[in-house]
């Protein structure tokens, strides 16, 4: 049993598993936000711009509804709701151009981690400092003697 348990600690403290938790958690917060974009400001706007009542009620019904009477069973209203599909959709749209965004910011913070600063010249050894001074005496020299 304790090396069940053992497995687990190890399976459920590993970073991969840690990360992709609170990428869940975030991405739930994250859906409830596009959500009330979506259906608090932009669908208000772009039914302000329709003249309706916004795109959840758009739909096409096939059989009304009838109401009950003389012992025969109320029907219910048949409808295709594209309205809500075309909300859907508007959601998707929202919610992948804002993923695509996020990750995008994403990849140029890891790219600017990613590129190394160039690292100033050392400054030339004593040695160094001294062979140049030779070479350039040297040079003098011959060229004086031509």
Request: positive net charge; hydrophobic residues 50%; charged residues 15%.
């Given at each position: 049993?304790?090396?069940?348990?053992?497995?687990?600690?190890?399976?459920?403290?590993?970073?991969?598993?840690?990360?992709?938790?609170?990428?869940?958690?975030?991405?739930?917060?994250?859906?409830?936000?596009?959500?009330?974009?979506?259906?608090?400001?932009?669908?208000?706007?772009?039914?302000?711009?329709?003249?309706?009542?916004?795109?959840?009620?758009?739909?096409?019904?096939?059989?009304?509804?009838q109401p009950a009477r003389d012992g025969v069973a109320a029907v219910e209203e048949v409808a295709v709701n594209y309205g809500l599909f075309i909300q859907n959709v508007v959601d998707f749209f929202i919610i992948a151009f804002s993923i695509f965004i996020a990750l995008r910011f994403a990849m140029k913070l890891k790219k600017k981690e990613a590129e190394p600063t160039p690292e100033p010249e050392p400054a030339p050894t004593k040695e160094e400092v001294l062979l140049t001074e030779i070479r350039d005496i040297l040079k003098k020299d011959s060229e004086a003697g031509k």
């Open positions: 049993m304790s090396k069940f348990l053992s497995d687990f600690k190890d399976f459920a403290l590993k970073g991969n598993v840690i990360d992709m938790a609170v990428g869940v958690i975030v991405g739930g917060a994250f859906g409830k936000i596009v959500s009330s974009l979506v259906n608090d400001i932009i669908m208000p706007v772009i039914s302000l711009c329709t003249g309706g009542s916004g795109y959840k009620n758009l739909k096409y019904v096939i059989t009304a509804a």
